[in-house]
Structure formats: C-alpha cells, structure tokens
C-alpha cells in the first residue's frame, strides 16, 4: 500500500480524529519498532524519528496514531505477546491448567524472543511504560485468573474461606519464578502446569462433606 496515499484520505471518507484506518501502516510502524528492539536498540535510545526511518513513513504518520513512544511501545508488546488463552470451562483445575500452560509458553518466548527479552529487561526503568503494560495486559490475566477461582469457590471446587487473591498469586508464581526469576529452570515438561495445579488443589478443596456454594 502506498502510504502517503493511505494517510491522506478521500473526499467521501474524511480522516477521523485520533488513528487514521490503516491497518497496513500501523503494521509497518509496530513492525519497524520491533526490529530496532530485535536488533537490540535500548528503550531508550528508540526515538520517533529513527521508528518512522525504519518503518518508511514520516513522524506525523505515527503521532497521529500514537501520542507517544511510550504509547506505541505498549502497543508493540502487545503484538509481542501471545494472545489470551480460550478457558475450556469444563472445571477449575481444567481452566487453571489452561491459564498456567499459557505461561509457561509465555516463559519459553520470553527466552527465544529478542523483543521480549529486550523490553522486559528494560521496561521498569520506564514507570510510564511499565505502569501502562500492567494496566493493559498483566491486569487483564490477573482478572480472569480470578474469575476462574471465584467460579471454583462458588461452584464449590474451593473452600469458601480462601483469600481468591492470595491464592491466585499461589497458582501463578511458581510458573512465574521458573519464567523470571530462574532462568536455567526447565519450561520444557508439558505436563508442569498439570503438576502445579493438581499438587495446590489438593490442599484448597474442600474437606469431604464441608463442600457448599458461596456468593462472596
């Protein structure tokens, strides 16, 4: 697509406020910004001008889609990242087994990705940057993480006394630990998001004639 051409507009369809439609472009700009990531460009020294070089459009092709670099880096990662995983809603430990395996994969990209490692080792240098990320994409797992457990609470597949937020750090943080804090441990066992989930359920469901439903 010709993209002086795209960012123009026509006379039946006159430009909208904010991102112009274009879906080509915008792909070329995110794409343009993940190379300089992948090729190992600092955060930092990633400035608009040198984004719109790499990418072949000029500087107000993207401050008309993006107020920032900031902005733009958000959206970056989230291309970056794999998209969501669909919860088979089948039971609690089938649903927390999908949401763990999800991070395990996400772990092992972290590790062969040069644009997720790149990023990640720099973002929280950036609290713009770092506080958007969370807002927009660890936020959004953590909320369905605990819509899984309030669901197994109410359906009585847990106690009814469990702190849902303490026990969804519980479930995420041992795939977290080995994916940030360890890198020389094994993400390859397909069968780890089983083993954590089934080894915490075993000490979170209810005891044997105590099990009831909750609105809390």
């Known amino acids: 697509m010709d993209v002086s051409l795209a960012d123009r507009g026509t006379a039946a369809e006159p430009p909208t406020r904010g ?8 792909r070329a700009i995110i794409e343009g910004t993940m190379k300089l990531l992948e090729d190992g460009v600092p955060l930092a020294e990633i400035s608009i001008e040198r984004i719109a070089r790499t ?9 008309r889609r993006w107020s920032g670099k900031e902005e733009l880096f958000v959206d970056v990662l989230r291309a970056a990242e794999p998209d969501d995983p669909e919860l088979p809603g089948t039971s609690l430990r089938d649903d927390l087994v999908v949401l ?14 040069a644009i997720l490692h790149n990023v990640h080792a720099q973002m929280k240098s ?5 506080a958007a990320y969370d807002s927009s994409v660890i936020a959004p797992r953590r909320r369905m993480g605990l819509e899984v457990l309030r669901r197994g609470r109410e359906n ?6 469990v702190d849902l937020e303490l026990v969804n750090d519980i479930v995420v943080g041992p795939m977290l630990v080995r994916s940030v804090l360890r890198p020389d441990a094994d ?9 954590i989930v089934d080894t ?13 439903r909750t609105t809390a």
């Open 55 to 63: 990418a072949g459009v000029g500087k107000a092709t993207i401050y």
């Open 187 to 195: 993400l390859t066992d397909d069968r780890l998001a089983e083993r």
């Open 100 to 113: 763990l395996e999800a991070l395990r994969v996400r772990g092992l990209a972290n590790r062969s990705s």
């Open 156 to 161: 009585g597949e847990l106690r009814a006394d």
């Open 19 to 26: 991102r112009p439609r274009s879906e080509a472009v915008e």
């Open 200 to 212: 915490l359920l075993e000490g979170l469901r209810p005891a044997d004639g105590t099990a009831g």
């Open 126 to 130: 950036s609290p713009k940057i770092w």
